[in-house]
């Protein structure tokens, strides 16, 4: 897979030919039975006779099922039904199932062949769930209900009782995607990542810690977004960073042009070690807040109001004469704020370089916090997770939903302008 985005619009191009395939079905099946016989077949029946469990569509649904394996079983055996068989393999009666399904359970009965090589695709062997109610397991469970809550939801809303352990099956079917997907290769250049962490509680040795999940958020040279990967650490900090800039790297990445980053003490050093070139720009709005830490709250309106111009400056320059200004104000009483900014000096005035449009791309780490809480949206009902494994599959699933609400950057054109002229050829667009 090589990006989420491309991944969910694939998604989408199969969901639109399953609708149209389904669409011409619709008309063929309304040719076949004129509206005028449809409420003579209706006529006298009550709601849930109808859309009941047992009901009418229930039952049509079934006889749709049946029609389609014996299609499937007729081409496996190649002659239909009466027809002269091809060899010695033939059918060999059917054998009652019950499916859940969107509308409830489903009665049917599944075709056979006498040497038992007939594997149906609709309904394969010892399937009792159609492939949607296991997408809206996953639904549910991505939108941060928990088992037991999707186990009694799915019995009132269909009648299928479908147990926990049947659940857990489902949603554990993902580790395999989710295993390809941190390992996946990435793209050779990234504009722009955005590096942050959140803290999950997990249980571990009978006790329950917080646990960092480090992520990583490219946005590409088309500027579309992706999730690069996933990582676990008892902490946060540069080291294990470091570890994770190096997977980025084996895993395909050769630059990153600017890495915008939350002031991690030696998160910058990090970086440049892994990848020397890149511009690490810290979080603009993370340090106004850690500046602020240091000021009595009757000044802080008016020592934020005085820190603006900075931040807001047409370049570096004129950056460092407002922060001299804001030093001669306020530093006498408050030299913790103002030695905060000259810190990080070397790491807070790279996005002054760029043009606008570009600045508010890279001038904070909103795009990421964003990211932060959709997932967070799916774990907050949970009080822990009972290891790891859990977590990751929630956090994974989460991002693929939050990924289907993604859209594509209408304003990228000025930023890819940007980018090719203040990086000339390391910049691919």
């Not at 352990?165 to 290769?185: C, H, K, N, Q, Y």
Request: charge should be positive; glycine fraction near 8%; include cysteine.
């Amino acid at each position: 897979m090589k990006t989420i985005k491309s991944d969910g619009e694939r998604d989408r191009e199969r969901s639109a030919r399953a609708q149209s395939a389904s669409d011409e079905a619709a008309q063929r099946l309304a040719g076949l039975l004129p509206e005028e016989a449809l409420q003579d077949a209706l006529k006298g029946l009550a709601p849930e006779e109808i859309t009941g469990p047992g009901g009418l569509l229930t039952q049509l649904a079934g006889r749709v099922i049946e029609t389609a394996l014996g299609a499937e079983l007729g081409e496996h055996l190649g002659h239909p039904p009466g027809g002269r068989p091809a060899g010695a393999n033939v059918r060999n009666g059917a054998g009652a199932k019950t499916v859940r399904t969107d509308l409830g359970p489903v009665e049917i009965r599944t075709p056979r062949d006498r040497d038992g090589s007939f594997d149906p695709k609709l309904v394969g062997k010892r399937q009792t769930r159609l492939a949607g109610l296991d997408d809206k397991i996953l639904g549910l469970y991505a939108g941060g209900m928990t088992v037991r809550d999707i186990s009694a939801h799915l019995a009132e809303l269909y009648d299928v009782d479908i147990g926990r352990d049947t659940i857990s099956r489902v949603t554990d079917a993902v580790l395999e995607d989710v295993a390809a997907w941190r390992t996946r290769p990435l793209e050779r250049v990234y504009p722009i990542v955005y590096f942050d962490a959140m803290f999950v509680k997990v249980r571990e040795d009978r006790s329950v810690r917080s646990r960092a999940c480090y992520l990583a958020l490219g946005v590409t040279s088309d500027g579309d977004r992706e999730v690069l990967g996933l990582w676990w650490q008892e902490t946060e900090g540069a080291k294990f960073w470091l570890a994770v800039l190096n997977d980025l790297k084996r895993r395909g990445v050769d630059d990153v042009l600017i890495a915008c980053v939350d002031g991690l003490k030696g998160f910058p050093d990090a970086i440049e070690a892994t990848f020397p070139q890149t511009w690490v720009q810290t979080c603009i709005v993370h340090l106004i807040r850690s500046s602020l830490r240091y000021v009595n709250y009757r000044d802080r309106k008016k020592v934020a109001s005085a820190l603006r111009p900075i931040y807001t400056a047409a370049n570096a320059d004129e950056a460092l004469l407002e922060l001299e200004r804001f030093e001669a104000e306020w530093g006498t009483r408050y030299p913790p704020t103002a030695q905060a900014w000259r810190r990080d000096w070397q790491h807070v005035i790279p996005f002054l370089a760029l043009p606008d449009e570009l600045r508010r791309a890279v001038y904070t780490t909103n795009t990421i916090e964003g990211l932060h809480r959709q997932v967070r949206k799916a774990i907050k009902t949970r009080g822990h997770f009972p290891d790891e494994q859990a977590a990751t599959k929630l956090i994974w699933l989460a991002i693929m939903r939050a990924d289907a609400k993604w859209q594509r950057n209408r304003t990228w054109t000025a930023p890819r302008a940007a980018l090719k002229i203040h990086f000339g050829d390391r910049f691919p667009g």
